[in-house]
T-cell receptor, first 115, second 113 residues
């Protein structure tokens, strides 16, 4: 799997947009970008994923650069409950067995949303 | 749906003891996973299963065993517990196909002394 690079920590003011960057310069053509987050002491939670087009759901937006070497997760109106560690992961969405599709978690970005 | 459930929530073991961490899911997912998370680190995959009767090693399998006799249950066995196995253990499950997101349980915090 391609490796990702994320800043170790970021701050964001409550109500403002939180923009979390991720570099994945060695991503392969068939690898997707996935984002998960982990609120303190809880299990990780899926946020969003994409291949090359920008994606949006009820939680966040994912912006992937045209060359796919980096992406940004956007939380449009951060709240205190969004304080968490955010993981950017690239992998093949395996559907046929084997270890190709397994998630590889790095250290992520610790986002602190402040009042 | 209860989603992914794990028991116990906390456990203290003495060195050399054995125990089984329980994991169950009620979403009819084919894939199930066990991860461990050491303080300040990301999750590391211990074992995974792509269906009942099929298991495979992940990144850090030494000191652990798993079985998958049903779709719903995926227990993790620790034999001869060691201090290096002090960690938080997370179980997860996912569909075969689809968006392939993984759903995680609340975790088991294990201390080996």
């Amino acid at each position: 799997d391609a490796k990702t690079t994320q800043p170790p920590s970021m701050d964001c003011a409550e109500g403002r947009a939180a923009n979390l960057p991720c570099n994945h310069s060695t991503i392969s053509g068939n690898e997707y970008v996935y984002w998960y987050r982990q609120i303190h002491s809880q299990g990780p939670q899926y946020i969003i994923h994409g291949l090359k087009n920008n994606e949006t759901n009820e939680m966040a937006s994912l912006i992937i650069t045209e060359d796919r070497k980096s992406s940004t997760l956007i939380l449009p109106h951060a709240t205190l409950r969004d304080t968490a560690v955010y993981y950017c992961i690239v992998r093949v969405p395996n559907r046929g067995g084997g270890s190709q599709g397994n998630l590889i978690f790095g250290k992520g970005t610790k986002l602190s949303v402040k009042p | 749906n209860a989603g992914v459930t794990q028991t116990p929530k906390f456990r203290i073991l003495k060195i050399g003891q054995s125990m089984t961490l329980q994991c169950a899911q009620d979403m009819n997912h084919n894939y199930m996973y066990w991860y461990r998370q050491d303080p300040g680190m990301g999750l590391k995959l211990i074992y995974y299963s792509v269906g009942a009767g099929i298991t495979d090693k992940g990144e850090v399998p030494n000191g652990y065993n798993v079985s998958r006799s049903t779709t719903e249950d995926f227990p993790l066995r620790l034999e001869l517990a060691a201090p290096s196995q002090t960690s938080v253990y997370f179980c997860a499950s996912s569909y075969l196909g689809g968006s392939y997101e993984q759903y995680f349980g609340p975790g088991t915090r294990l201390t080996v002394t």
